[in-house]
């Protein structure tokens, strides 16, 4: 079988290269040319700091800044643009929340997260209990790696203010039923925060359909710079929280006593933000609907099917999980071959992959193990790359 790229490989710089085979887009994505250019651009024809002058620089920044943020609130299905808040990334959208959460929880209010988050959408959740007094309650998972629902009066009670749920797991690839959530956390009161780092940059996201209250998500996974990320709420809920963050342009008067607030999104957008980078991470909303998400999330998931059955062939090679709805994330692990040394002899024919906890410690010890092998998939790969991969592996294995 051959499944071809869904993009020119000669769009991404970094492929000039072309025995790299890229398998870790789960941890950052490669960049294709008009993101680059489209940074340089900025800088050599219309660099000026946003929302502050009234000089023509000035003003061209700020339509090309908020110009960024229509794109993403289209991409996204938002209801105003005034949803989208940019942040530094998915790390920072979910501390946003904990932190300006921490004002509304009570002594023995519950947070529910799962046994399968990330530890940005852990950690912050064990502050905030540790802080405001809430007790943390993890939601289990199934053999098959998906979430287990068969007790979900234990874990979703009137007590439940906050959930906080990956779409789609980094480690195990689980696409995770997030309308079904929705629902349950209206019907209990509870506020839905939905993990969307994996999801956004693979698959169409739609967050009126999806029915949850925020969406965090990066834009150096899904073909835009680093240091730029989206913390997408409704409208009443952003109106609703206390800033995060205090300085310049979140504010609307300041005295000596007391200040005011900006409106949604400025409140939450204090100092000078990372203008240039929004601008490229809307200059790769644009590539990805150029090729369709639902074109991308079909080509990943032949990659997908088509890895796996190559990879269960291999004697030795257990994968982590079978859910039945899966991205582009396989982990695995081979019998007597550590991954980290895998994954050197892999980097030896110039194959990327990932190894180790994936920032997921608690799941991967649910799963027995202390590191794993992982591969990951997007728009710029095909089969040849798994074919390479897997004879990459297979002459580990002989070595061994």
Not at 252 to 257: K, N, R
Not at 336 to 364: M, S, T, W, Y
Request: proline share 4%; hydrophobic share 35%.
């Amino acid at each position: 079988m051959t499944i071809d790229t869904l993009v020119q490989k000669k769009d991404f710089p970094i492929f000039s290269d072309d025995s790299l085979v890229y398998l870790d887009s789960a941890s950052t994505s490669q960049k294709p040319d008009n993101v680059i250019n489209g940074l340089k651009n900025v800088y050599e024809s219309s660099n000026a700091n946003v929302h502050r002058a009234l000089y023509n620089l000035g003003s061209e920044s700020t339509k090309l800044f908020e110009s960024a943020r229509e794109k993403i609130s289209r991409f996204i299905n938002a209801s105003s643009s005034k949803e989208i808040v940019f942040t530094g990334g998915t790390t920072e959208s979910i501390n946003l929340l904990a932190y300006t959460f921490g004002t509304k929880l009570e002594k023995n209010d519950e947070i529910l997260i799962s046994h399968m988050e990330h530890h940005a959408n852990l950690v912050p959740w064990q502050l905030l209990a540790k802080m405001s007094g809430a007790k943390l309650k993890y939601l289990p998972l199934t053999e098959s790696g998906e979430l287990d629902f068969s007790q979900s009066e234990k874990y979703f009670t009137k007590k439940t203010k906050i959930i906080s749920i990956t779409h789609m797991s980094n480690v195990l690839g689980t696409v995770n039923p997030i309308k079904k959530i929705s629902k349950i956390a209206k019907s209990i009161g509870a506020v839905f925060v939905v993990d969307g780092a994996q999801s956004v940059s693979h698959m169409p996201v739609d967050v009126q359909s999806l029915g949850c209250d925020f969406l965090a998500f990066s834009g150096h996974k899904m073909l835009g710079p680093t240091g730029i990320g989206v913390l997408w709420g409704t409208l009443d809920m952003l109106e609703s929280l206390p800033p995060f963050m205090a300085g310049g342009e979140m504010i609307e008067t300041v005295t000596l006593e007391k200040s005011t607030w900006n409106k949604v999104p400025y409140k939450f957008e204090a100092g000078t933000p990372n203008y240039v980078q929004a601008i490229g991470l809307g200059i790769a909303v644009e590539y990805l609907n150029n090729i369709g998400m639902k074109r991308i999330q079909e080509h990943e998931k032949k990659l997908t099917d088509y890895a796996i059955e190559k990879l269960e062939i291999i004697s030795g090679l257990y994968i982590h999980g079978s859910p039945s709805n899966r991205g582009g994330v396989i982990s695995f692990n081979l019998n007597k071959i550590h991954p980290q040394d895998l994954a050197q002899f892999l980097n030896e024919d110039n194959i990327c992959i990932r190894v180790g906890h994936h920032c997921a410690q608690p799941l991967l010890k649910t799963l027995g193990e202390t590191s794993t092998a992982r591969i990951s998939f997007y728009v710029y790969n095909d089969s040849y790359d798994v074919d390479r991969l897997v004879e990459s592996i297979q002459s580990t294995i002989n070595y061994f």
